[in-house]
């Protein structure tokens, strides 16, 4: 694997897409147990734009009928959190009353998942779960449960599998990390 340029920055490698995907499949298997047997349609909720590729390689490792809902949450500028949380775009079904498992590609400072559970509570869900692909414990500042996680990563900036550096980066198939 190589290094990449996007942008003012260079990225080197730091997970083949080979190591995300076993952990795809450790999280399934964890999610598959809870809810292999149910009879509700739970929603996987996808935060877009980020978390496109991780929930089309997560649903395809589900073994039970499950439904996706999709929304929009914005937060970064640059390589950095604003600590504002947008929502860009709103649900786009009806969730009142069903299970959620929200689908994140990244935990950080937890800002984006405390709003998320607010606007879930909001629109009346039963229950959220959160399963997110990275996790960078060392960012994060809240008290929600991160039901499932499926990497844990230091406190730094990457990109690819999803993850962009202002919108670019993110058809990448492996996770590249800021070089410097
Ligand atoms: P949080 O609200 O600080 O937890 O950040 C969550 C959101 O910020 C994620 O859903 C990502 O969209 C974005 N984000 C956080 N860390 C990174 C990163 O290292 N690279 C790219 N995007 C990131
Ligand atoms: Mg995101």
Known sequence: MNKVKLFDK???????????????????DEINKDFMDCEDIP?????????IM????????????????????????????????????????????????????????????????RILDENGVSESKVCTLL?????????VKLDYVAMEIPNDFIVGFGLDYNEVGRNFQDIYILDI
Do not use: H, W
């Open 43 to 51: 929603i996987l909720l996808c935060v877009l734009n980020g978390s």
């Open 135 to 143: 996790y960078k414990p060392e960012a994060y500042k809240k008290d």
């Open 54 to 117: 991780f929930t089309a390689e997560l649903m395809k490792r589900l073994k039970f009928n499950c439904q996706v809902v999709s929304t929009k949450l914005t937060s970064y500028e640059g390589t950095s959190t604003t600590g504002k949380v947008k929502q860009a775009m709103g649900l786009t079904s009806d969730i009142s009353g069903r299970r959620v498992i929200i689908i994140e590609d990244i935990v950080d400072s937890g800002n984006t998942i405390v709003e998320l559970k």
């Open 10 to 28: 260079t990225f080197r490698p730091l997970i083949p897409y080979s190591r995300i995907a076993e952990a795809i499949d450790k999280v399934a």
